[in-house]
């Protein structure tokens, strides 16, 4: 009967010991997994709390979402290299480490010809910028640098307007040394003597000198002047020939100075005579 109860003890306690190994390695794998889980968590399955996940130092391409200009058309005086209008230009850019302008007869990548380099991606617009007059069009690129290092262009075409040709004015007409006479050594033998007339405008166009001359009297403005000089320009000075005569007397004269261009024409006048 002991061995009996002996024997059931020992039975009992060898159960109760494997249930405890058993509770004890199920323990164990338990602590394993949580930590493998962990370790997975800690290695990527949470990127917004990883370092060094790419996503979050991506350089980002610059885009020129807008680029503009107040008017498609510059007002010129006249279509020529001597003259310049002015151009406005608005642009939008984001994600831009510089940007650049140039000018010319195409569309340019503006970082590599000679233009206006290195502007700051805060600057949003360029006021007064040339436009040659002896252009018809202008091609404006604008070139933006992303911060992944990579360009981008747009560009616009702005077209030259001419404004409408003013009627010329001549603000002055005088005769260059001040005197309204030329001194001739004889009234007899058709001496030629040199008179020099100036004028001065602020208009466009050409230059004309005509000249009449009369043995009694000035001559009137609508007598007839002949033609001496042309293509002078609209402001300077010029040499008329003055004949002395033969009829022995003081001779005078009158030279016309003219001002034509496609709008009209405009005539002032300068008398003088001849004297001993």
């Avoid at 033998?189 to 000198?209: C, L, P, Q």
Wanted: overall charge negative; proline content about 4%; hydrophobic content about 35%.
């Amino acid at each position: 009967m002991n061995k009996e109860v002996s024997s059931t003890k020992n039975r009992g306690l060898l159960i109760g010991l494997a249930v405890l190994i058993a509770l004890l390695l199920v323990a164990i794998i338990v602590l394993i997994f949580m930590q493998l889980s962990n370790n997975a968590g800690n290695n990527g399955e949470n990127p917004g709390n990883d370092d060094s996940d790419p996503s979050t130092n991506i350089s980002l391409a610059a885009e020129i979402s807008s680029f503009t200009t107040n008017s498609p058309t510059t007002l010129c005086a006249t279509a020529s290299a001597d003259y310049e209008g002015d151009v406005n230009l608005n642009w939008s850019i984001s994600n831009a480490t510089t940007i650049a302008l140039a000018i010319g007869p195409t569309e340019v990548d503006a970082t590599t010809v000679h233009g206006i380099a290195g502007l700051q991606p805060a600057v949003t617009n360029f006021n007064d910028l040339r436009f040659p007059c002896d252009q018809e069009f202008i091609i404006y690129s604008l070139t933006a640098i992303g911060e992944d290092g990579q360009k981008v262009t747009k560009s616009l075409t702005i077209d030259r307007e001419v404004a409408p040709e003013a009627s010329p004015v001549l603000s002055s007409t005088t005769w260059t040394d001040g005197l309204d006479y030329v001194i001739c050594t004889s009234f007899s033998t058709n001496e030629k003597v040199k008179k020099a007339v100036s004028w001065e405008s602020s208009s466009t166009g050409e230059v004309k000198i005509y000249l009449a001359t009369s043995d009694s009297t000035y001559p009137k403005n609508s007598d007839t002047h002949k033609l001496v000089a042309s293509g002078l320009p609209v402001s300077g000075s010029y040499e008329v020939t003055i004949d002395c005569g033969n009829t022995g007397y003081s001779s005078y004269f009158s030279v016309m100075v003219r001002i034509e261009n496609g709008a009209g024409l405009k005539n002032m006048f300068v008398k003088g005579n001849t004297a001993s």
